[in-house]
């Protein structure tokens, strides 16, 4: 029931977090006051409620309009630097994990996977079988597929990225914009103009070969295998190939595990965002009202304002977009926004402190079975992901997972962690955690009590392993990094 309730308040801490910053920004700033203000809107409320501060929510928009702006007697940009404060190190928290439970480790995916998965292997011995070539054959077929559409994904996600930079990019005049976007497409999918219908078809196709690549992979390893162990049966000592069924093994176990991931949702998630940008970028006649997807943890926004050149006769004079920065600036406003509600996770490594209600441990003593009191905290060497909504603060409040190895010699299980964290610092940062936890403690086997005698000639007291929800305590150093 205690581990229940820990849940249940880590859930409505982020929810009422998430919800506290779910919405976008509108910025209002009237050039002839001089005055800003803020007001945070959401979807059928363009309009706002008015708060004290700049602060929007993760992934969605700033908007900025300004008012009693004469636009034939000024000319005015706005650029958006984006920083991001905190952001994950290159080690996750299976790279953690993975010593701990496992110390062999594991090989890489894909690009490591060529070595994983040989391509190329002599045609005698096993594999001068033609049902095991060609079911080999089949899987390294699967694999091809899928390394394609992993390097088309990526080729998805540099146009996602392209687009982004060109589409909040001041400078760059609209037509460059969109034909720069219709390169970066064409480019991807090969075709010179992308209708909402081609990627429709795009996503069908990927999936398609997505689940055909799926479906061949399990077949072909089946296949395989059977034709495997058959050989391996007729013949004695070491063959040509000997180990391959292992190696198809641990592939598909990678593979599993990766399709967790990369599956047909993210395929489709990925592409349907691709089509948003590129839609939004060629369907958009751009004018000053900018806006500016808030990804990063803050953004510096620069409204600068000039004086449109006027010829001999008075007359005020066309504006180049590209030489507006050459005109003489009359005012500038700088704002600093502050991106919120986004859930951060960074991982972590340290120690745990497990306390289980059952802590006895047993001896025979006088013909008979005893229980003495064990230590009451058992260390354990933990390994946490952190979970918390970003909030530009140097105290970060959230939930915590993890898993941990106790250190003493007799105990050998893996304990499992749940509940709250507090990171303290902004750069080099200490982790505190509490919460639930859950272990396996010993207890007496089936049919076993307290003070019965054992049987003549039986050295060792029976007990069994009985998993248990505890308490938990933990310190560890957090493994994010802070950066520009």
Avoid: C
């Amino acid at each position: 029931m205690k581990a229940l309730k820990s849940l249940l308040v880590i859930g409505l801490m982020t929810a009422l977090s998430l919800s506290g910053y779910s919405q976008s920004l509108r910025i209002v700033y009237d050039f002839i006051q001089d005055e800003v203000h803020y007001f945070k809107t959401k979807p059928g409320d363009p309009i706002g409620k008015e708060i004290a501060s700049p602060v929007v929510g993760r992934n969605n928009l700033v908007i900025v309009e300004v008012v009693n702006f004469n636009k034939f007697v000024y000319a005015a940009d706005a650029t958006y630097t984006s920083r991001v404060v905190e952001k994950q190190s290159d080690m996750g928290f299976l790279d953690i994990v993975s010593p701990l439970v496992n110390p062999m480790g594991s090989g890489g995916f894909f690009s490591a996977l060529g070595g994983t998965l040989p391509v190329d292997v002599s045609r005698g011995g096993l594999m001068a079988t033609r049902g095991a070539s060609s079911a080999y054959d089949d899987i390294v077929h699967a694999y091809k597929t899928l390394t394609g559409l992993e390097t088309d994904m990526k080729a998805v996600n540099y146009a996602i990225s392209k687009l982004n930079k060109l589409k909040y990019n001041p400078y760059l005049p609209t037509d460059t914009i969109v034909n720069m976007s219709n390169n970066i497409v064409a480019q991807i999918f090969h075709k010179s103009v992308m209708n909402p219908s081609d990627f429709s078809e795009v996503i069908v196709q990927y999936n398609k070969d997505y689940a055909n690549f799926v479906s061949n992979l399990e077949t072909a390893t089946v296949s395989f295998l059977r034709e495997y162990q058959a050989y391996a049966s007729r013949t004695e000592g070491s063959f040509e190939g000997r180990g391959l069924d292992q190696t198809v093994r641990n592939f598909n176990a990678e593979v599993k595990q990766v399709t967790k991931t990369f599956n047909p949702e993210y395929i489709t998630a990925q592409i349907d965002f691709l089509e948003t940008v590129y839609t939004s970028i060629v369907a958009t006649r751009y004018t000053f009202n900018s806006s500016h997807a808030a990804k990063d943890d803050e953004i510096d926004l620069a409204l600068n304002f000039y004086k449109v050149p006027m010829d001999q006769d008075g007359k005020y004079l066309s504006v180049d977009r590209n030489k507006i920065s050459e005109l003489a600036k009359v005012k500038e406003k700088k704002i600093n926004i502050v991106v919120r509600g986004d859930i951060k996770v960074s991982s972590s490594v340290g120690l745990a402190f497990t306390k289980f209600q059952t802590t006895d441990e047993f001896i025979y003593r006088d013909s008979a079975i005893m229980s003495i009191s064990g230590s009451s905290f058992s260390p354990n060497l933990g390994a946490y992901v952190n979970v918390y909504p970003y909030s530009g603060r140097t105290l970060q409040l959230g939930g915590t997972f993890g898993v941990g190895v106790p250190l003493q010699a007799d105990q050998k299980s893996v304990n499992m962690y749940m509940g709250m964290s507090a990171l303290l610092g902004s750069d080099s940062r200490v982790a505190v955690h509490a919460g639930a936890s859950l272990g396996q403690v010993q207890k007496l086997g089936a049919g076993y009590n307290l003070g019965d005698a054992l049987l003549p000639g039986d050295l060792t007291i029976p007990t069994r392993n009985v998993w248990e929800w505890g308490t938990f305590i933990g310190v560890s150093f957090n493994i994010a990094k802070t950066g520009s």
